[in-house]
């Protein structure tokens, strides 16, 4: 089914470890998105790409770095996690740049920082 | 800059009984206003949408909201709940001036609701 794939769907890492999560999308979508979701924190926006070889900041993006390098891929690295990261993290795409456009997500990949 | 305030962090309903989740926001410009559900381990789903037109929005699954402009408000309703329905609901807004923000979605911080047989 076409949609969102978000790799791996859980992690365990060591403090100071480094990960990459993967988000890849097959609907030909320009905008993606990195969210983090906390308990009673809802969803807060990492980083976010418009189109393919770019890539901005959102609310909380200390700690993580993102890459864009092929347009179906948004790639969300931890240099070095810590326990703050632990989270559910969501990637979502949409067609185009306007609010009216609904956003498609992955289901999700927990990370765990010990 | 935009903000959306879910007023209650849990809502516990016996199953088929009415429910109503609260959502207030805050903007200086026009809106686009949202209800996402999340099932328990799963992704976000949209549940309706409201861009324009008539106030009162339905959804899926038999769930419906109305957008008060003066109020700033967008709560959602189901006339009948059933125990499937238990679920995390966020409500989101973004502007609808395409130039500003590109588009970025602003959620409020969720209400479980709850349905008990």
């Known amino acids: 089914n076409a949609g969102v794939t978000q790799t791996p769907k859980f992690r365990v890492l060591k403090t100071g470890q480094s990960m990459t999560l993967l988000c890849a999308q097959d609907?030909?979508?320009?905008?993606m998105y990195w969210y983090r979701q906390d308990p009673g924190m809802g969803l807060r926006l990492i980083h976010y790409?418009?189109?393919?070889?770019?890539?901005a900041k959102g609310e909380v993006p200390d700690g993580y770095n993102v890459s864009r390098l092929k347009k179906q891929n948004f790639l969300l690295g931890l240099e070095s996690a810590a326990p703050s990261q632990t989270s559910v993290y969501f990637c979502?795409?949409?067609?185009?740049?306007?609010?009216?456009?609904?956003?498609?997500f992955g289901a999700g990949s927990r990370l765990t920082v010990l | 800059a935009q903000s959306v305030t879910q007023l209650d962090s849990q809502v516990p309903v016996f199953e088929e009984a009415p429910v109503e989740l609260r959502c207030n926001y805050s903007?200086?410009?026009?809106?686009?206003l949202f209800w996402y559900v999340q099932y328990p381990n799963q992704g976000l789903q949209l549940l309706l949408k409201?861009?324009?037109?008539?106030?009162l929005v339905k959804g899926i699954n038999g769930f419906e909201a109305e957008f008060n402009k003066s109020q700033t408000s967008f709560h959602l309703r189901k006339p009948s709940v059933h125990i499937s329905d238990t679920a995390e609901y966020f409500c989101?807004?973004?502007?609808?001036?395409?130039?500003?923000?590109?588009?970025?979605?602003?959620f409020g911080r969720g209400t479980q609701l709850t349905v008990w047989p």
């Open positions: 979502a795409s949409r067609v185009g740049h306007s609010g009216a456009n609904v956003l498609t």
């Open positions: 609907m030909n979508h320009e905008y």
């Open positions: 790409s418009v189109g393919e070889g770019t890539t």
């Open positions: 903007s200086s410009v026009s809106v686009y």
């Open positions: 409201y861009l324009s037109g008539s106030t």
């Open positions: 989101a807004v973004t502007p609808a001036d395409r130039g500003s923000t590109l588009g970025r979605l602003y």
